[in-house]
């Protein structure tokens, strides 16, 4: 394996959007080895860097979203921010946004305009709706945009309210899928004759929707209107979430007629299997109450790691449900380097996800830790632009950076 930053080294990326979803899709690209230059509003910066939990006033969300990027601050709002904004797009390989649609026209810097700065721009744009449709220009947020998904009426117990994710899932989901899609769009820059870029544009709660495929067919074709439920319902047989003789949870789950067969043989009921009523994955759907007795009262009789380490002795997907306190004492966790550790101006070093996915020829690492706001000026305007020291400190008094 030779050192590498990654395989996307070499692309520089403008990222111009603030707080979550595009924000992450511009980290992944950068734990590639993209370089990121993130731009924030002058004192301000990205409302990320106020959201919780903190510690001694420290945001702790921002080293991990942040890490591998470089901050600048300019107010594009203004004419002259828009030209210095111009100024680094004309370099760039993407340019990544998340205002609501038709702000980044109204400022002048609408793909167009600068397509004609650089035609072989990639402008990679997130909102709440998508760019078009009667929702267009609604605002956009990630719990709003779940339960518009469908995602949220499925969660919780049929006798109580729909239950709203306990973290952004939206907005990481969102941003898997905004990466994906900008470096397919740079796939085909680098394959087409003209080398020109596009824009890849999606709403905020399209990618959860793009994952509930069964869903649609269900309505489409049953005209079922699929009902909360605590766990996989309605997908196959046995599956859930199981509690132990010690009191731990576990879940489990035989999403394959293999896997069903050798969780019969580990519960020692190997009988079932050319049972007629658990015969195949229908008949067991139609018979998993009865099924599910038979399951909770073996699980209930073994304690998690017995349980554990017979299950995975018979292949079947059993895991115990972790808190992030078994998670960092995790031995797994530990050989895949999910977790590690980097520096931070003032609390020394903080621990953050690694990067992932991993790359035998060009892995991705964390270059340099999250920046301070706008910690990157002196560098990209003075090096980069070869802005003057006078024009800065007028830009400065101006508000423009």
């Known amino acids: 394996m030779k050192n590498s930053n990654g395989p996307l080294s070499g692309i520089r990326v403008i990222d111009a959007s603030t707080v979550l979803a595009a924000p992450f899709a511009a980290s992944l690209l950068g734990d590639l080895g993209a370089e990121v230059i993130k731009v924030e509003l002058p004192v301000k910066g990205d409302p990320l860097r106020g959201l919780g939990p903190y510690k001694e006033r420290e945001p702790l969300r921002w080293p991990g979203m942040s890490r591998n990027k470089q901050s600048v601050t300019l107010d594009i709002r203004q004419q002259e921010g828009q030209e210095i904004f111009k100024s680094l797009v004309k370099d760039a390989d993407i340019l990544i946004e998340n ?6 026209e109204k400022w002048g810097l609408s793909y ?19 760019q078009t449709g009667p929702y267009a220009t609604k605002a956009g947020f990630g719990t709003p945009a779940t339960a518009f998904s469908g995602y949220t009426y499925l969660q919780g117990f049929e006798d109580r309210h729909p239950v709203s994710p306990s973290f952004s899932l939206m907005d990481y989901i ?7 899609g900008t470096v397919s769009a740079l796939y085909e820059r680098a394959t ?10 999606m709403g905020l709660y399209e990618a959860v929707f793009r994952m509930m495929e069964f869903l649609v067919a269900e309505y489409d074709q049953l005209g079922k209107v699929r009902e909360r439920s605590p766990m996989l319902h309605g997908h196959s047989s046995p599956a859930g979430t199981y509690r132990t003789k010690d009191d731990h949870w576990v879940v489990m789950v035989c999403s394959t007629q293999r896997t069903w067969e050798r969780l019969a043989q580990a519960i020692g009921h190997e009988e079932m299997i050319e049972d007629p009523r658990f015969l195949t994955n229908v008949e067991r759907m139609e018979n998993d109450h009865h099924l599910q007795e038979i399951v ?3 699980f209930r009789g073994k304690e998690k790691e017995e349980l554990v380490e017979l299950l995975d002795q018979y292949g079947v997907p059993i895991s115990p449900i972790f808190s992030i306190k078994d998670i960092f004492n995790d031995a797994h966790y530990a050989a895949r380097e999910n977790i590690v550790d980097i520096d931070h101006p ?3 070093s903080i621990k953050i996800p690694g990067v992932v996915p991993k790359f035998s020829k060009t892995p991705g690492r964390i270059r340099h830790r999250a920046p301070d706001l706008g910690e990157q000026n002196d560098y990209i305007y003075r090096e980069q632009l070869g802005i003057s020291d006078e024009e800065i400190t007028r830009l400065i008094k101006k508000g423009v950076i």
């Open 99 to 104: 205002f609501r649609p038709g702000t980044m």
């Open 112 to 130: 167009e305009i600068l397509k004609e700065v650089n035609p072989r721009l990639v402008m990679t744009r997130q909102s709440g709706y998508g």
């Open 174 to 180: 969102s941003g898997i899928f905004m990466a994906f």
């Open 192 to 201: 087409n004759e003209d080398s020109e870029g596009q824009v890849v544009e």
């Open 296 to 298: 909770t009262a073996f």
């Open 346 to 348: 003032r609390l020394g």
